[in-house]
T-cell receptor, first 114, second 114 residues
Framework: AQSVAQPEDQVNVAEGNPLTVKCTYSVSGNPYLFWYVQYPNRGLQFLLKYITGDNLVKGSYGFEAEFNKSQTSFHLKKPSALVSDSALYFCAVRDNGGRRALTFGSGTRLQVQP | DGGITQSPKYLFRKEGQNVTLSCEQNLNHDAMYWYRQDPGQGLRLIYYSQIVNDFQKGDIAEGYSVSREKKESFPLTVTSAQKNPTAFYLC?????????????FGEGSRLTVL
């Protein structure tokens, strides 16, 4: 069965500094990987995905993620954090079996301080 | 605008009562999903449906039921058998024809059992 680990419950960063939110995964076969963001009492918004191709994936709002197959990681990054980036971030991997649902990590709360 | 509509946004229920959460999509997606979100646990899959008149149990289906009589609709019933139903419930859909599998989420329904 596939799984996702987000080792940090919370990440704190100063506005203007680069940010990284970590994610590692376990899946049989080739991974389909995703990042979502959630604001309080809202649904999840899609940020970016890795299916195949370049290891650096660019997404919405200036976010990008780096796929590293040897380390089974898919870390989310942004060169310069904004206060408005403060939210809950989820990494997910798609089930390559029949059900095609996404398995989510436990989430990382990003706090950007002014 | 196309999207996923969940209702109600907030719902209170007495113990022993069944309650049904609505999920409607106008994205013409074949697949639909229900997830449950609890603090610190990420999202867990309750049920999913890849086609009309067919649905499958996810990882935490006990105490829940669904139906998929129309492509646009995937209601979730939280029954009195669900031991701890207070949670944030998220409905999602995906376009399986596109092959990349990202999920589109509704805004969620928060259920509180009194």
């Amino acid at each position: 069965a596939q799984s996702v680990a987000q080792p940090e419950d919370q990440v704190n960063v100063a506005e203007g500094n680069p940010l990284t939110v970590k994610c590692t995964y376990s899946v049989s076969g080739n991974p389909y990987l995703f990042w979502y963001v959630q604001y309080p009492n809202r649904g999840l918004q899609f940020l970016l995905k890795y299916i195949t191709g370049d290891n650096l994936v660019k997404g919405s709002y200036g976010f990008e993620a780096e796929f590293n197959k040897s380390q089974t990681s898919f870390h989310l990054k942004k060169p310069s954090a904004l206060v408005s980036d403060s939210a809950l971030y989820f990494c997910a991997v798609r089930d390559n079996g029949g059900r095609r649902a996404l398995t989510f990590g436990s989430g990382t709360r990003l706090q950007v301080q002014p | 605008d196309g999207g996923i509509t969940q209702s109600p946004k907030y719902l209170f229920r007495k113990e022993g009562q069944n309650v049904t959460l609505s999920c409607e999509q106008n994205l013409n997606h074949d697949a639909m999903y229900w997830y449950r979100q609890d603090p610190g646990q990420g999202l867990r899959l309750i049920y999913y449906s890849q086609i009309v008149n067919d649905f499958q149990k996810g990882d935490i289906a006990e105490g829940y039921s669904v139906s998929r009589e129309k492509k646009e609709s995937f209601p979730l019933t939280v029954t009195s058998a669900q031991k701890n139903p207070t949670a944030f419930y998220l409905c999602a859909s995906s376009n399986e024809n596109s092959g990349t599998g990202e999920l589109f989420f509704g805004e969620g329904s928060r259920l509180t059992v009194l």
